[in-house]
């Protein structure tokens, strides 16, 4: 059964701080795994997408990395900012005919003043 | 803004009813798809549409069917609700499998 799994659950840090958000997945075969920024009630944003091939891919103060042997990638947040407190979704997608993505339950991120 | 569209943004009924939510993708793309978001399980997809047509489906219930229209607006059917389906609903689009824009969403409260 396909999986993806994200660490921590919550995080807080205090503004100005670097973090790195987890996600591990079983998902097989692999397409492409999504980064999404998710504020409270409202719909989840792309930050970054990766396929097989890419091991990283920056959009501003936002990193992902991908490492597809361990099956590993990670969310790198620089210099934290107080409107980055939201739950960041990794989706980890099935290659094939059909598209079938896999939500992790998302890290939910904190940044205090 | 995302350019995806979603009516209604709140919605109040009784069990055993029926409802129906609407979504309109960004101009151009022809991939929709819908996702039930509850407080206790995440994001969870219920189905995807491309180009009129059914191309992956989910975790969708029995009780749930979507279409999409010729103008590749589609819409979300939940009939014999239960409490159980009060959830966020929300519909993203996409050219085909790039990127995915959502919408902000539908809440659906069933008392």
């Known amino acids: 059964k396909n999986q993806v799994e994200q660490s921590p659950q919550s995080l807080i840090i205090l503004e100005g701080k670097n973090c790195t958000l987890q996600c591990n997945y079983t998902v097989s075969p692999f397409s492409n795994l999504r980064w999404y920024k998710q504020d409270t009630g409202r719909g989840p944003v792309s930050l970054t997408i990766?396929?097989?091939?890419?091991n990283t891919k920056s959009n501003g103060r936002y990193t992902a990395t991908l490492d597809a042997d361990t099956k590993q990638s990670s969310l790198h947040i620089t210099a934290s900012q107080l409107s980055d407190s939201a739950s960041y979704i990794c989706?980890?997608?099935?290659?094939?005919?059909?598209?079938?993505?896999?939500f992790g339950r998302g890290t939910s991120l904190i940044v205090h003043p | 803004d995302s350019g995806v569209t979603q009516t209604p943004k709140h919605l109040i009924t009784a069990t055993g009813q029926r409802v129906t939510l609407r979504c309109s993708p960004r101009s151009g793309d022809l991939s929709v798809y819908w996702y039930q978001q509850s407080l206790d399980q995440g994001l969870q997809f219920l189905i995807q549409y491309y180009n009129g047509e059914e191309r992956a489906k989910g975790n969708i219930l029995e009780r749930f069917s979507a279409q999409q229209f010729p103008d590749l607006h589609s819409e979300l059917n939940l009939s014999s609700l239960e409490l159980g389906d009060s959830a966020l609903y929300f519909c993203?689009?996409?050219?085909?499998?790039?990127?995915?824009?959502f919408g902000p969403g539908t809440r659906l409260l069933v008392l």
């Open positions: 990766m396929t097989f091939s890419e």
């Open positions: 993203a689009s996409s050219v085909d499998r790039g990127a995915q824009y």
């Open positions: 989706v980890v997608s099935e290659a094939g005919g059909s598209y079938i993505p896999t």
